[in-house]
């Protein structure tokens, strides 16, 4: 069913309407970062001026800011911006998956799924599942966004609710909902690691189990689902319907059905996808795979199954793509596939180039240690109210969520913050997992409000090609509602686990030395 929504006078007036105004005020977020830049680089030669008492975790010497303007930093930065927007995390993830999804996409293939899609999911099921499927790409990282955005919006407007509703429904799940999941994912090692290091830095005898949140992360997924689920229908759709009008005729779109020869090709085009899949699993039985970490492990950091998932994402999504374009004869040549990949690749040009801009930023914020700064005053803090252990752990949550507003990392800040905090917990009788699954409940809820996300840029022009004049404050204003909703709802579920005294997750409790 096609969309009948059209264009309506913006009607500003409540609260959101003016974090969307004053957001969209803020320049580019390109220049935004430049900024930011610019501003960290002059901070970082004041501050470098003071001593501070803040001892780092990890290299157990005092805080000290360095001076990016000197003669040598400066040339430091010059010198390491090209190797800095290489090695920017997002930039390859999203190139990569996006050749693949182009192939598929000029091909037709895309969308024939998407219609077979809209024609079994109930209208009354839409949005519980856009966000269920955005829980689920949790275990594709990052390179989820360049798949999840767009087919989520577009979902939602042929179904006739407003696109942007898609994007919101689809990054709440995948970003804000990170800490639950049905699956682990590569961060549940990475964080059991950095807890585990902090935890001995109290006790040298204590692990920390990579599924030490599981059972609260896996029972939190229902939670999330309804709250998003509400906060969409009932509070971010409507809004969205009454101010931001939908640009109809810049959206190419069809209601002619897949012809007989398509549906052919679709078929087929499955079932090589099915044989690939099956090949993969048969890959990754043995002991001995190509695919495990040298410890048997398929989901490690070091696992090759981890590490291969955004070309085993271009794979996925070339292979049904070529045979769905050859035999319903949309590809008639290798110029064709080359064609498609080029076509979809520049709408990645207005990311490219902030890419550029947000890699010199972390490096300058990094370098300086204005982030390490940050973070430990933070903890510092929280240290010196010493409240009691539900206030205290309420106060990691709060602690986490304004640090995620500048710093989106989770590992950046865990880092950082578990040998602090962890130990600091433990003297208290806090035990090391609870303080873990106190901190992913904000880092994964604020980060779908914050411009600094990474990912802004690309949500961004996914929401510009249904509403041309979305920016910052539009995604800011959109999302808010679903950071207050998770904080709330992520929070509760944690002190329902805590009084039911139902375990996080494997070998975990809430005390420590008790």
């Given at each position: 069913?096609?969309?009948?929504?059209?264009?309506?006078?913006?009607?500003?007036?409540?609260?959101?309407?003016?974090?969307?105004?004053?957001?969209?005020?803020?320049?580019?977020?390109?220049?935004?970062?430049?900024?930011?830049?610019?501003?960290?680089?002059?901070?970082?030669?004041?501050?470098?001026?003071?001593?501070f008492?803040?001892?780092?975790?990890?290299?157990?010497?005092?805080?000290?800011?360095?001076?990016?303007?000197?003669?040598?930093?400066?040339?430091?930065?010059?010198?390491?911006?090209?190797?800095?927007?290489?090695?920017?995390?997002?930039?390859?993830?999203?190139?990569?998956?996006?050749?693949?999804?182009?192939?598929?996409?000029?091909?037709?293939?895309?969308?024939?799924?998407?219609?077979?899609?809209?024609?079994?999911?109930?209208?009354?099921i839409?949005?519980?599942?856009?966000?269920f499927?955005?829980?689920?790409?949790?275990?594709?990282?990052?390179?989820?966004?360049v798949?999840?955005?767009?087919?989520?919006?577009?979902?939602?407007?042929?179904?006739?609710?407003?696109?942007?509703?898609g994007?919101?429904?689809?990054?709440?799940?995948?970003?804000?909902?990170?800490?639950?999941?049905?699956?682990?994912?590569?961060?549940?090692?990475?964080?059991?690691?950095?807890?585990?290091?902090?935890?001995?830095?109290?006790?040298?005898?204590?692990?920390?189990?990579?599924?030490?949140?599981?059972?609260?992360?896996?029972?939190?997924?229902?939670?999330?689902?309804?709250?998003?689920?509400?906060?969409?229908?009932?509070?971010?759709?409507?809004?969205?319907?009454?101010s931001?009008?939908?640009?109809?005729?810049?959206?190419?779109?069809?209601?002619?059905?897949?012809?007989?020869?398509?549906?052919k090709?679709?078929?087929i085009?499955?079932?090589?996808?099915?044989?690939?899949?099956?090949?993969?699993?048969?890959?990754?039985?043995?002991?001995?795979?190509?695919?495990?970490?040298?410890?048997?492990?398929?989901?490690?950091?070091?696992?090759?199954?981890?590490?291969?998932?955004?070309?085993?994402?271009?794979?996925?999504?070339?292979l049904?793509?070529?045979?769905?374009?050859?035999?319903?004869?949309?590809?008639?040549?290798?110029?064709?596939v080359?064609?498609s990949?080029?076509?979809?690749?520049?709408s990645?040009?207005?990311?490219?180039?902030?890419?550029?801009?947000c890699?010199?930023?972390l490096?300058?914020?990094?370098?300086?240690?204005?982030?390490?700064?940050?973070?430990?005053?933070?903890?510092?803090?929280?240290?010196?109210?010493?409240?009691?252990?539900?206030?205290?752990?309420?106060?990691?949550?709060?602690?986490?969520?304004?640090l995620?507003?500048?710093?989106?990392?989770?590992?950046?800040?865990?880092?950082?913050?578990?040998?602090?905090?962890?130990?600091?917990?433990m003297?208290?009788?806090?035990?090391?997992?609870?303080?873990?699954?106190?901190?992913?409940?904000?880092?994964?809820a604020?980060?779908?409000?914050?411009?600094?996300?990474?990912?802004y840029?690309?949500?961004?022009?996914?929401?510009?090609?249904?509403?041309?004049?979305?920016?910052?404050?539009?995604?800011?204003?959109?999302?808010?509602?679903?950071?207050?909703?998770?904080?709330?709802?992520?929070?509760?579920?944690?002190?329902?686990?805590?009084?039911?005294?139902?375990?996080?997750?494997?070998?975990?409790?809430?005390?420590?030395?008790?």
């Amino acid at each position: 069913m096609t969309t009948s929504i059209q264009k309506v006078p913006s009607q500003k007036s409540n609260w959101l309407d003016n974090i969307e105004n004053v957001g969209n005020k803020i320049p580019d977020i390109t220049m935004l970062f430049f900024c930011a830049t610019l501003f960290c680089i002059a901070l970082s030669m004041v501050l470098s001026w003071f001593t501070f008492d803040y001892i780092h975790p990890l290299t157990k010497e005092p805080i000290q800011v360095i001076n990016l303007l000197t003669p040598n930093e400066l040339m430091a930065l010059f010198t390491s911006m090209t190797k800095n927007f290489i090695n920017f995390p997002p930039l390859g993830i999203v190139i990569v998956a996006t050749l693949g999804i182009g192939i598929a996409e000029g091909s037709g293939y895309i969308s024939t799924a998407l219609k077979k899609l809209l024609s079994i999911v109930p209208l009354s099921i839409v949005t519980p599942s856009v966000i269920f499927i955005g829980i689920l790409s949790h275990v594709a990282s990052d390179s989820a966004y360049v798949i999840l955005m767009p087919v989520s919006a577009y979902i939602f407007y042929k179904t006739g609710k407003h696109p942007l509703a898609g994007i919101a429904a689809g990054f709440a799940g995948l970003a804000g909902g990170f800490t639950a999941s049905y699956t682990p994912s590569i961060i549940d090692p990475i964080l059991a690691g950095f807890t585990e290091t902090g935890a001995q830095v109290l006790d040298p005898e204590y692990t920390v189990n990579v599924l030490c949140n599981f059972f609260y992360s896996f029972s939190s997924t229902f939670a999330v689902i309804g709250s998003c689920w509400y906060i969409t229908d009932k509070i971010v759709e409507p809004r969205l319907h009454k101010s931001i009008p939908i640009d109809v005729e810049q959206i190419n779109d069809t209601n002619e059905q897949p012809t007989v020869n398509e549906l052919k090709a679709f078929r087929i085009a499955n079932y090589a996808l099915l044989g690939l899949v099956i090949c993969l699993i048969a890959l990754m039985v043995p002991d001995n795979s190509l695919f495990r970490a040298p410890d048997g492990s398929l989901t490690s950091p070091q696992a090759p199954a981890m590490q291969t998932i955004v070309p085993m994402l271009l794979i996925f999504f070339a292979l049904p793509g070529l045979v769905y374009g050859f035999i319903s004869k949309k590809f008639t040549s290798t110029k064709d596939v080359t064609k498609s990949m080029e076509s979809i690749t520049a709408s990645l040009i207005s990311f490219i180039v902030f890419a550029f801009f947000c890699a010199q930023f972390l490096y300058c914020f990094s370098t300086s240690n204005i982030g390490s700064l940050i973070a430990l005053s933070g903890a510092e803090a929280l240290k010196a109210i010493n409240m009691p252990g539900k206030i205290t752990i309420l106060g990691v949550i709060i602690l986490t969520a304004g640090l995620n507003l500048i710093i989106t990392s989770a590992s950046s800040k865990w880092a950082i913050l578990a040998p602090v905090l962890v130990p600091m917990l433990m003297a208290v009788g806090l035990s090391p997992e609870l303080t873990q699954a106190a901190f992913r409940i904000s880092d994964s809820a604020i980060n779908v409000s914050t411009p600094m996300y990474a990912f802004y840029p690309l949500i961004i022009s996914y929401m510009q090609r249904y509403c041309s004049q979305s920016g910052i404050g539009t995604l800011v204003s959109m999302m808010v509602p679903y950071s207050i909703g998770l904080l709330i709802t992520l929070t509760a579920m944690l002190y329902l686990f805590w009084g039911l005294d139902i375990p996080l997750g494997f070998n975990s409790g809430y005390t420590y030395g008790n």
